[in-house]
């Protein structure tokens, strides 16, 4: 099993996820961060640090998201899209400093 990024991360991108991941498992995309499920270990250290709830064990996923499964395993993953910290990730247009730590 794998953590999976749901479309309330879309157009957020506040990375307080990749800070606590020890594995560094989240990658950038151009409108919401992924998991790559080949390097979770499913530790839940993610899950409750992120401000909009957009994180959840695969088999949580409710099935209006189940979309986002997919599209996490299938992000192409590279180094240069890799991040360990919030100050790596660019905020997206939806983000809000009230919910940012």
């Not at 879309?10 to 151009?30: I, Q, S």
Request: some cysteine; aromatic content about 10%.
């Amino acid at each position: 099993m794998t953590y999976v990024v749901t479309e309330a991360c879309v157009n957020c991108k506040y990375g307080d996820c990749a800070e606590v991941c020890p594995v560094e498992c989240f990658y950038e995309g151009e409108d919401m961060l992924y998991i790559n499920p080949d390097e979770c270990i499913d530790c839940d250290a993610c899950a409750p640090v992120c401000p909009v709830d957009a994180i959840f064990p695969e088999d949580e996923v409710t099935d209006d998201q189940k979309e986002y499964i997919e599209k996490n395993a299938n992000f192409e993953f590279d180094e240069e899209k890799r991040r360990n910290s919030k100050e790596d990730v660019t905020h997206g247009s939806d983000w809000d400093a009230s919910k940012a730590e």
